[in-house]
């Protein structure tokens, strides 16, 4: 997986996409800057360096339309990748990570992954108590939006206004979320009021150590609110 995109990064990314479609070519770098309304080409240029050095990009010498997007198909066409928002981060050990819905960093998946990819989310895993369910703390976990589970499912949910993700039992009235660890210390969540399970778990993407810290803000918002 590449390295994950800032709200803005992906931004650009997405225009650089979309002047594809359109025009089968990609824009000279004056036309990126703007597009992103920037006071400086220095700044799209700036963008366009973090893009090529996380791997979405490559751009080459002396060509007005230097921009390569690397992630096409054979024919030159931008794959059918979708943009996940990351917006929280999972205590897979306890409850001690607050939930929101803060779209700071963004991964890029297949489309394949879901007929319906605005109802995918992403989170990111923090603690060992999902290891034997081969989460591991800093995976990528795709999280499917659903009210429809069953016995065995691994499941995301919010419990005293913090996000969880734990394997669903539902016992008579009483729903458990239950770790998947070997560590004694791991214990069930019996839940009883003020929660609420949001989705499944779709799938995990083990993730090397990222970049996260933004390169440098757009002078100006731009026209599509990013």
Partial sequence: MKPTLTTKQNGVLKM?????????????????????????VRTATQYLDVLERKGYIKRYKNVARN????????EGAPNQTISVPV???????????????EYDEFIE???SISENPQEIVAVRAMGDSMVDAGIHSGDYILVQFTDNFNNGDRV????NGMVVVKRYER???HIVLRPESKDPKYKPIILTEDFKLTGKVL???TSPAAEMTEVVPLETESRRNW
């Fill in 156 to 159: 995301a949910a919010v419990v």
């Fill in 16 to 40: 650089l996409r979309k002047y594809w479609v359109a025009r089968g070519c990609s824009p000279t770098l004056q036309e990126v800057c703007a597009d992103l309304e920037c006071k400086s």
């Fill in 87 to 101: 917006v929280a981060s999972v205590g897979c050990d306890d409850l001690s990570v607050f939930a929101n819905e």
């Fill in 203 to 205: 799938c995990v993407i």
């Fill in 67 to 74: 921009i390569e997007l690397l992630d096409t198909d054979s």
């Fill in 109 to 111: 998946v297949d489309r």
């Fill in 171 to 173: 016992q008579g009235d």
